[in-house]
């Protein structure tokens, strides 16, 4: 019988595509028949979007070489269907591992998590009001909670508070838990504690999960609570400092846990503060994260703050933060002015469209920036986002996307549809990140940053399949209903790091 698997996927093209080096053909030690211990195949179907507009459903199998330790796409052969028939086709060794997805499986590009509070995570789902007074409310007692034990988190404690126990609990879980949905790689916020901080990089690297860590600056002294913030500018600049030597220290290459500067909004820090962490990124290529434009409240706050400046995005800009190593969460309330400097400088979006209706702060006119060039990803920004799944987040970026194509006299070309949304958690996120061409697909040449889905089995899993659905359909209702008893297997750099 001819199964469903051979009829939709014999489409891919036959290519061998290699990204060894020219001397690989002749290389004696390629000649042996010993399996290389640093390589593996992976055989199955892959499906990805390598543009906006693009599903592309591929069989056949890949070469992964770890043996520089980074997990590599060496060669692919598209169109086998065969352990034998893959060694044979990619050049590999007799008995090379081959790691196989099974016909109702498919490997797809991990996600990137553009935008992710680590430590609000106790906090999914719990908002009142929007976003300056549920800083107040949540966020800021439960980020101090981690390092402070002043914080009033711990007002009604019956035991002592052990802050450092209570980060160990929480960072290792949203780990875990991201990298059970597929999430790859983020870009984290952590708080202004340099040990949790830390420490938050730390299990990233052991856990296997690619993160770039900030700790979070604060040294407005009137913005800020009592109990949560940096003393001083310079206070902001050293404990930045002291995170940055130890990111560096456990992972000198940056290859799997890098710093990344985060000034966390403009009302949080000062001009001082600001030029000072520009200087720093600038002298040590870092890159930065910053909200902007998120609420009205917090736009009409940053005028008032910075009446030189010409706009929230133009207070960044005026400080040499807006880059084209930075990363802006959110983006809501950009003028047409602030999108083309946005665009001129390079900088991208985190597209975070669960958070901004769960807080309120409105919905972000994807298109428009996409249009005038500006690089988009996706964040869950948790727990502004009630949940930290990128799964969960591309299918709110179709929502409300609908929804402004609607309230905008029905305007279609607004909308984001499926192979977009997930274009933004992929490929979009690479771009973002810093990665563009070393994450979001299976080219020879790419990264093995990768969540094996599985679909087919309605006793365990969410996604209900009929068997007739072509792969197009399987992917779509994957993509509305799916969730992490989908995800099979994640790797990272080649490196297996969660199992269902
Ligand atoms: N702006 C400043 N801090 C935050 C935060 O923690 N979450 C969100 N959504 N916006 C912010
Ligand atoms: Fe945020």
Not at 120 to 133: H, K
């Amino acid at each position: 019988m001819v199964s469903i698997f051979t009829l939709v996927l014999g489409l891919g093209c036959a290519v061998i595509a290699s990204a060894h080096p020219p001397n690989y053909h002749s290389s004696p030690d390629r000649l042996t028949s010993r399996a290389n211990a640093g390589e593996q195949i992976f055989l199955g179907r892959f499906i990805s979007t390598p543009t906006p507009d693009e599903l592309l459903i591929q069989q056949g199998a890949v070469l992964v070489s770890s043996a520089d330790g980074r997990g590599v796409i060496n060669a692919v052969a598209w169109n086998v269907s065969s352990p034998a028939a893959a060694i044979t086709a990619l050049g590999a060794a007799n008995g090379t591992t081959v790691v196989t997805s099974n016909d109702q499986g498919f490997f797809f590009p991990g996600f990137i998590d553009g935008h992710i509070h680590a430590p609000q995570y106790p906090n999914l789902g719990l908002f009142a009001g929007t976003l300056l007074d549920w800083l107040q409310a949540y966020t800021f007692p439960m980020e101090s909670s981690l390092g402070n034990a002043s914080s009033p988190m711990y007002a009604n404690s019956t035991t002592t508070p052990d802050p450092f126990a209570r980060a160990q609990a929480v960072y290792a879980h949203v780990i875990d838990k991201t990298l059970s949905y597929g999430t790859t790689s983020a870009a984290y916020y952590a708080t202004v504690d340099v040990p949790a901080t830390n420490l938050l990089a730390s299990l990233a690297l052991q856990k296997g999960q690619r993160a770039y860590i900030g700790r979070t600056c604060m040294d407005n002294q009137e913005y800020n609570p009592e109990y949560y913030r940096d003393e001083s500018p310079e206070d902001a600049l050293n404990k930045t400092l002291a995170t940055i030597k130890h990111i560096q220290d456990i992972d000198p290459s940056g290859e799997l846990v890098a710093p990344i500067i985060t000034p966390r909004f403009a009302p949080a820090v000062t001009n001082q503060s600001m030029t000072m962490l520009a200087e720093l990124a600038n002298n040590m290529s870092l890159r930065i994260q910053a909200h902007a434009d998120e609420n009205v409240g917090e736009v009409k706050l940053v005028a008032e703050m910075y009446p030189e400046s010409s706009s929230y995005v133009g207070v960044y800009d005026d400080h040499g933060l807006l880059t084209n190593r930075t990363i802006l969460a959110h983006g809501v309330h950009m003028t047409d002015a602030e999108i083309a400097l946005v665009a001129a400088r390079g900088a991208g979006v985190a597209h975070c469209p669960a958070s901004n209706s769960a807080l309120g702060s409105g919905i972000c006119h994807v298109r428009k920036l996409i249009d005038a060039g500006v690089t988009v990803g996706l964040g869950t920004d948790a727990a502004g986002g009630y949940s930290a799944s990128v799964l969960e987040t591309a299918r709110q970026a179709f929502l409300v996307s609908r929804l402004l194509s609607f309230q905008e006299g029905q305007n279609a070309s607004l909308s984001v549809p499926v192979t977009e949304v997930l274009y933004l958690g992929t490929m979009g996120g690479a771009k973002l990140t810093g990665m563009e061409g070393r994450l979001g697909g299976f080219a020879p040449g790419m990264l093995w940053d990768v969540q094996e889905i599985q679909l087919g089995n309605w006793e365990t899993e969410p996604v209900d399949i009929f068997g007739w659905e072509n792969w197009h359909d399987r992917v779509h209702k994957w993509v509305w209903n799916g969730d992490d008893r989908n995800v099979n297997r994640v790797w990272v750099g080649g490196r297996l790091v969660h199992q269902k």
